[in-house]
């Protein structure tokens, strides 16, 4: 009997679980994880195929968005700089329905994600 994995996990192309998930709703879930260099990675998770075209109307590959089916991959994904990082940030979290963003109340947020899901 396998363990189900929590609503805040998120695995990434290396399966490390490395990224902090800041919202997830039924469209899909938003994660982030930090590079070097003050870089961080944003990957968005579809939750089913369906979602895919209303994302891709938020992130497009003319702005530089990894999209699904990339690499064998299904999420949306972006390396970003730390001036870029707000705007990128709350364009993923748009997409999904940012008003139902449920990291709220996770007790291990990051600092730097607590911007973004407060109400």
Do not use: C
Request: without cysteine.
């Amino acid at each position: 009997m396998s363990k189900k994995k929590p609503w805040n996990y998120m695995a990434g192309t290396e399966g490390t679980g490395k990224y902090k998930v800041i919202g997830r709703t039924g469209r899909g879930k938003v994660g982030v994880r930090e590079l070097s260099d003050g870089q961080r990675r944003i990957r968005v998770e579809p939750f089913g195929e369906r979602f895919v075209p209303g994302l891709a109307e938020y992130m497009s590959v003319t702005d530089g968005w990894k999209q699904p089916g990339e690499g064998g991959q299904n999420r949306f994904s972006i390396v970003v700089s730390e001036g870029d990082f707000a705007d990128r940030l709350k364009t993923a979290l748009t997409a999904i329905g940012h008003n139902t963003l449920v990291s709220k109340t996770s007790a291990d947020l990051p600092e730097w994600a607590v911007p973004f899901v407060a109400a």
